[in-house]
């Protein structure tokens, strides 16, 4: 392998789940799910950059322009700064993810990793696992590895269930813990306005209120016993049809009754959304961001605009958007 210089930069994209069915709980804690994704055009960057150093350093910032920038400086005025819910040890998952290229490579430097984040943190959109995939890409190609697209899908999943589609992109039905990934036709684009909760909610909690409910409502039977949920049909065919009005109508997440018990101050925002003209709205993920489905880009602006002026952050985005894109190379 040559010897690595310069840096990569590659951008991931956020996700929602149009459909997000949660079936039994297994031994290993995880879930097995039937999921259907769409990648949006929300995206994390990630530079790497080759040091003689041994290590792996990390530095993270908010993309300039975005809302989380903006939240961000906010909330530095009054002495909270957002950034630092992020880590930045071992433990960031875009840093376990250079880790396993490294240990792939013969390179005995390190490599320093920038983070640019649009993505909400810990807001149900897998923000964390965009970092995570496009650091594999960007160690893979500053250190020559060629590890090709399936080796990295494997290491992406070992770093989480949302990794492999953040590399694939698009629109894809993910089964088993969500790993599993068949991808799907969805040739015309969709318009959402996302609205990201100044707030996190973690998934394990979501996923625990949610088989806390589940054994109250089956008097005491386990979570483990829900039955394996399938692809559903009818969320496929409104991707395929290029239909948002036959998606709103089957837009479904199990997760969002249990997020709006966690964070109930999001149902009215949810209802602000509708009567602003969106055709329907979810939790997305495990939440506590607001996926809203609109008509066309022209209802989408007017809906983003719409929430703005009662001084809710909203941005317009559209889906599916590509995986994992290597943007520019820089060498030496
Ligand atoms: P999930 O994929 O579990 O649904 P999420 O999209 O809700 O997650 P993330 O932004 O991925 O949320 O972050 C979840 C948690 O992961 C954060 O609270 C943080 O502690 C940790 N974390 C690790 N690496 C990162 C990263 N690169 N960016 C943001 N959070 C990270």
């Known amino acids: ?44 960057h990630v530079t790497a950059t080759a040091t003689d150093e041994p290590g792996i350093g990390l530095s993270v910032e908010f993309t300039p322009g975005s809302v989380l920038a903006a939240r961000a400086r ?95 992109g698009g629109v894809a039905v993910g089964l088993g813990t969500g790993t599993e990934l068949t991808p799907a036709l969805a040739p015309v684009p969709f318009h959402w306005v996302l609205v990201p909760a100044d707030f996190g909610i973690s998934t394990p909690r979501a996923f625990a209120a949610l088989d806390e409910h589940r054994r109250a409502v089956t008097g005491g039977a386990g979570p483990d016993r829900i039955p394996v949920p399938a692809a559903p049909a009818d969320v496929l065919h409104a991707l395929r049809a290029g239909d948002p009005q036959g998606l709103a109508a089957v837009l479904h997440n199990d997760l ?15 209802a602000e959304g509708l009567a602003a003209g969106a055709l329907a709205g979810i939790v997305s993920g495990s939440g506590p961001t607001l996926a809203l489905l609109c008509l066309d880009e022209d209802d989408a602006e007017a809906v983003a605009t719409s929430l703005g002026h009662r001084g809710i952050d909203a941005v317009p985005v559209t889906g599916p958007v590509t995986g994992t894109q290597i943007l520019s190379r820089t060498s030496g």
């Open 74 to 168: 906010r909330r530095a005025d009054s002495g909270i700064d957002l950034l630092a819910a992020i880590p930045r040890d071992a433990t960031n998952l875009a840093a376990r993810a250079a880790a396993l290229v490294l240990a792939a490579s013969d390179w005995d430097g390190g490599v320093h990793l920038h983070l640019s984040k649009a993505v909400p943190v810990a807001g149900g959109m897998g923000g964390g696992s965009a970092d995570a995939a496009a650091a594999l890409v960007a160690c893979d190609a500053l250190f020559g590895t060629a590890l090709g697209s399936r080796e990295l899908a494997r290491l992406g999943e070992q770093l989480g269930a949302d990794v492999p589609f953040a590399l694939l």
């Open 256 to 270: 969002q009754e249990p997020a709006l018990g966690l964070a109930p101050q999001l149902r009215p925002v949810l």
């Open 1 to 44: 392998m040559p010897t690595p210089t310069g840096s990569v930069t590659v951008s991931a994209p956020g996700k929602i789940n149009v459909c997000f069915l949660v079936g039994p709980l297994l031994s290993s804690g995880y879930h097995r799910v039937a999921s259907v994704y769409q990648a949006v055009s929300l995206l994390e």
